[in-house]
């Protein structure tokens, strides 16, 4: 009866330790001094400004559109921030301008950027399933370069 009292108050100790490891782990991690950025978000007509105040290397361009409206951040397809073209599911690294972009862009240049990351997504999609899907090895290949003239 002694020696399980022991075993198991050694057990006990163990678990406390390791318990107490992990918290100091943890906490060495997150107790880091998180810098906010500011973000100001326009909407395609460059009008109606919003000024928001994010977490930086935390927060995403997603998270920003969450401020406003919660349906807009789930149908934002890309956004332009800075002039150039960002994953929604970028952190935001200082501040900026941003400009959320859906699948009905009125501007052209957005249009096809959202239309090319669309793509784009959805061939990297597809290259995963046909991958996973054939239990042999296959090599995916480009278009053939072969002329066909009829």
């Not at 057990?11 to 318990?19: C, G, M, S, Y």
């Not at 782990?25 to 978000?41: G, P």
């Not at 009008?47 to 930086?56: A, E, G, I, S, T």
Request: hydrophobic share 40%.
């Amino acid at each position: 009866s002694s020696g399980y009292r022991a075993l198991h108050s050694f057990d006990r100790q163990r678990r406390l330790e390791l318990f107490c490891n992990e918290q100091q782990r943890q906490a060495a991690i997150y107790d880091k001094k998180v810098e906010k950025v500011f973000w100001t978000i326009e909407n395609e007509a460059g009008n109606d400004l919003v000024k928001v105040l994010m977490n930086q290397n935390i927060s995403t361009f997603h998270d920003c559109m969450k401020h406003i409206s919660r349906l807009k951040a789930d149908r934002m397809a890309l956004a332009y921030a800075n002039g150039s073209y960002k994953s929604v599911l970028e952190k935001l690294s200082g501040n900026g301008r941003m400009m959320p972009l859906d699948y009905n862009c009125q501007n052209k240049n957005h249009a096809n950027a959202v239309n090319m990351a669309y793509w784009r997504t959805c061939a990297f999609l597809l290259g995963a399933v046909v991958d996973q899907a054939f239990a042999v090895d296959v090599q995916l290949v480009g278009p053939s370069k072969v002329d066909c003239k009829l």
